[in-house]
């Protein structure tokens, strides 16, 4: 079994505020040994072992095009017969499409264990400009979702260091830079939802933060 991981680079000279942009984070296409697209199970597991999603394939792909923060684990094949691709993570706005062979049995030197580890710094340089000067720059990615776990789609960051607001895309994702080792206040606000506000602190390369929204009284 072999999997080739195409992923979608995103190349920058320097980082702007991203607003929505919606785009399916993880493909994985299943051939088996002719070369035709294989019919088995595509599961996803969080971190902690959790099945987060899972499908069969068709046309010999499955998608997930969304999914928490953390490292997952993706399997594929069934009947005790499994590819397992490790150390994958969502990277906004970055496809990570997988292209595997699957088959059983097996040949022997065929790996059961591949890692989908993703480059930290694959997104570029990571370089702000103020509008007076380039400064080291931190991403900051948020979920929104309501209390019962939907996500908000209609949710807009505003902040102190950020020019303009920032909306969400179909999966309630925002996703933008900020200046590093600076602390800015944001807040989110979406229809028919009381706002939330807090602090982001940027003293890594990389912060993410889940925020709930409360329907208004």
Known sequence: M?????????????????????????QVHVSDQAGNAARTQVQLF??????VQGATTRDGS???CDFGFGTHTIRVGENGCFTTITSVRLVYSVPQDYRIVHGCPAPADAPRTISGSF????LGS???WTGEKYVPACRVYLRISSESGKKVGEAVATGEGLPNPISADVYGRIFFYMQSKSVTKISISAPGYAGESFNIDCRGDYTERATVLHASP
């Open 119 to 122: 480059p930290n710094d694959a």
């Open 62 to 64: 499955v998608e997930f």
């Open 2 to 26: 072999r999997v080739f991981p195409i992923l979608g680079l995103l190349t920058m000279l320097l980082c702007p505020l991203v607003g929505a942009e919606d785009f399916c984070a993880v």
């Open 126 to 128: 990571r370089v702000l």
């Open 46 to 51: 969080d971190a902690a072992e959790n099945l």
